[in-house]
Every structure is written in C-alpha cells, then in structure tokens.
C-alpha cells in the first residue's frame, strides 16, 4: 500500500481513494456473525495496509468478535529475516513471548487447541513469520481475507474461484 501510495492515484483519476481489501470489505458491511469455536488474535504487519482505518477495529468488525492486537514485529519484515538472522532471531524471541501472554490473556491457557485460537494478519511475509509459532503455541496464522471467506463461502471456495477465473468468470479487479 506504502508503494502504490506513491503513485498519487488522486491525481490521476479525481476522487479515487485507495483502500486495502479489508477496509472495503469493512465499508461495504461485510462481516462473520455467529462464528463459533474459534477466537482470534490480530497481527498488525510494521508497514500496515490499512490506512483509512483502525487495523485492530477493522479485524474486530469483520471477525464480528472482539480481535485483541498482538503486538510486536514478527521478524520478518521482507528480506530482514534472511539478510539479518542474528537480529530477526532477537525479535522473534520477543514476539513469541508478546504471542503467548496474547494467548494466555485470551484463553488463561499457555498453548490452544489446534484451531482454536488463531493469529490474523495481512501480509504474506508476516504470515510466514507467524507460522513459525504454530509448532509451538497451537495457534494457526492466516489471512483476515481467508478466515473470512472460509466461513462465508464455506469448503471449496478456493477451487471454485479458480474454477470460474479460468472459466473468465471474475470480471472485477480491484486495485
């Protein structure tokens, strides 16, 4: 989003905003309602995307649940995990122990239940980096988006859409 901010899009096409999926999902009223079984943790990536609104009040309105912020780096923040392991070692350490008072505070438990507690983000490298705990905590990582999709268009969403692109069946793109 950084990025694209740089384009000055205003310029271009008068009256055009840039918003990250999730703030439009979020305007547009979309929203899980009645999710069982599962709470959530949100993972606020260092260059957040979403800069028209709160990220963790986006995440705790579209989850339709309160999504408490887990807070800290996750380490990887692009290429630092690879280019500066001593370091992106150090962060880790000290976002796992930020991930497990976030799971204690959620559940009074020190580990969760395979896919009871989830971790929430929106950036692949944070995603990747979240991942990392898995072993660990029980807590999975994954897309707002996914989650998302996964309750709201339920098993085989995923193929479906690939389904119908290569059919020429998904006509928008949003930018």
Not at 47 to 58: F, L, V
Request: glycine residues 10%.
């Amino acid at each position: 989003m950084d990025q694209l901010l740089k384009y000055e899009f205003e310029q271009i096409f008068p009256g055009c905003r840039l918003l990250d999926i999730h703030e439009y999902l979020l305007e547009k009223g979309y929203k899980l309602e009645g999710v069982d079984g599962v709470q959530y943790m949100y993972h606020d990536p260092c260059h957040t995307p979403m800069k028209t609104h709160d990220a963790q009040k986006t995440a705790s309105t579209l989850m339709g649940t309160e999504v408490p912020l887990n807070d800290r780096c996750c380490g990887e923040a692009g290429t630092f995990a690879v280019s500066r392991p001593d370091i992106a070692s150090q962060v880790r350490f000290r976002k796992e122990e930020e991930y497990n008072k976030g799971l204690e505070e959620l559940t009074g438990e020190p580990t969760a239940e395979k896919g009871k507690v989830k971790m929430l983000t929106s950036c692949p490298a944070c995603l990747q980096g979240l991942s990392r705990y898995e072993d660990d905590t029980g807590v999975e990582a994954d897309y707002i988006v996914i989650e998302m999709a996964n309750h709201l268009l339920g098993d085989g969403w995923q193929e479906q859409f690939i389904e119908r692109a290569q059919a020429g069946g998904i006509e928008k793109v949003l930018l």
